[in-house]
């Protein structure tokens, strides 16, 4: 399995920003599906949005769209996830994601099974205080 790392959590307030970064050195992320994932306090983990590079697709779960981006540095390898307005509900571990790429950002978000992804961070803390 491929170690991910993720950067770029902390506390801020309700209606701030963040941005979360993903990178590795084992594989090209230009080469695999990238997923976000959020797991909240109490809650089952989600996945909140999903690139793929191939079709340069993007998708997002229904509460983080319009707030969330995902974005890519090819020459980092490093995957993106841009998060403004923020909200308390935005609060959980984010955790990145890799997958064998053969289809859209949407199927990664709505109907990949989990044994897809091969490459997964430790997660990164993100707070939103209210």
């Known amino acids: 399995q491929v170690q991910l790392v993720e950067s770029g959590g902390g506390l801020v307030e309700s209606g701030g920003s963040l941005r979360l970064s993903c990178t590795t050195s084992?594989?090209?992320?230009?080469?695999?599906?990238v997923c976000w994932f959020r797991q909240a306090p109490g809650k089952e983990r989600e996945r909140v949005a999903c690139?793929?590079?191939?079709?340069?697709?993007?998708a997002y779960e229904d509460s983080v769209k319009g707030r969330f981006t995902i974005s890519r540095d090819d020459a980092e390898n490093t995957i993106y996830l841009q998060m403004n307005s923020l909200k308390s509900e935005d609060t959980g571990v984010y955790t990145c994601?890799?997958?064998?790429?053969?289809?859209?950002?949407?199927?990664?978000?709505?109907?990949?099974?989990?044994?897809?992804?091969?490459?997964w961070g430790q997660g990164a803390q993100v707070t939103v205080s209210s």
């Open positions: 994601a890799a997958a064998t790429l053969g289809w859209g950002a949407t199927f990664y978000l709505e109907r990949a099974d989990l044994s897809r992804f091969d490459g």
């Open positions: 084992g594989i090209r992320l230009i080469y695999r599906a």
């Open positions: 690139y793929t590079p191939g079709d340069d697709s993007r």
